[in-house]
């Protein structure tokens, strides 16, 4: 049972459908949790974990719902409480780089920064234990990669998240 997988799918989608049932979505997507730089600058932090839940479009949701559902075999594998424990750090790793160098004035949605974190851990594994070379992980990782330079797109929230699984698999490596 992917407890942390499907839970989040739910999440996302009721979230969604709240969100796009509002004439303004926009407004909506804040009130739902969006990252808001100067709202988490006067206390709401919360945002920086809610915003991961928050999507827009039908498209950016059915992308990261997928993708998240294509890496439930790594809740298997972890278990829930370190799968869920990667995610969370993952999504908050993405979007506090993007508080620190990322647009002050947009605000920011989605998953992805999770998703880049699951994606850093697999390849981070795979590469320290010889099963990756280099090559093979940036073969891997291009699509996500080019994805990057798509408008719209949270480079900063996918790059945090990236770095929060490199490290987690060094650390967690150790005590799984």
């Known amino acids: 049972m992917y407890l942390v997988t499907y839970s989040s799918i739910i999440i996302c989608v009721v979230i969604f459908l709240y969100i796009n049932a509002s004439k303004n979505r926009i407004g909506a997507a804040i009130k739902a949790g969006a990252l808001v730089p100067y709202r988490v600058k006067r206390g709401e932090i919360h945002r920086l974990l809610t915003a991961g839940f928050v999507h827009i479009r039908p498209y950016h949701l059915l992308v990261n719902m997928y993708s998240l559902f294509n890496y439930s075999w790594l809740e298997d594998s972890l278990g829930t409480v370190w799968y869920g424990l990667l995610l969370i750090l993952s999504i ?19 998953i992805s920064g999770g998703l880049y974190g699951f994606m850093a851990f697999y390849v981070t594994l795979l590469v320290r234990n010889q099963y990756f070379t280099i090559w093979d992980a940036l073969q891997y990782l291009m699509p996500n990669i080019i994805v990057n330079f798509m408008p719209n797109i949270s480079v900063t929230g996918h790059l945090g998240g990236f770095i929060v699984g490199i490290i987690y698999a060094l650390v967690i490596h150790k005590l799984i």
């Open 92 to 110: 908050l790793g993405g979007n506090l780089l993007t508080m620190m160098v990322g647009k002050k004035d947009k605000i920011t949605v989605g």
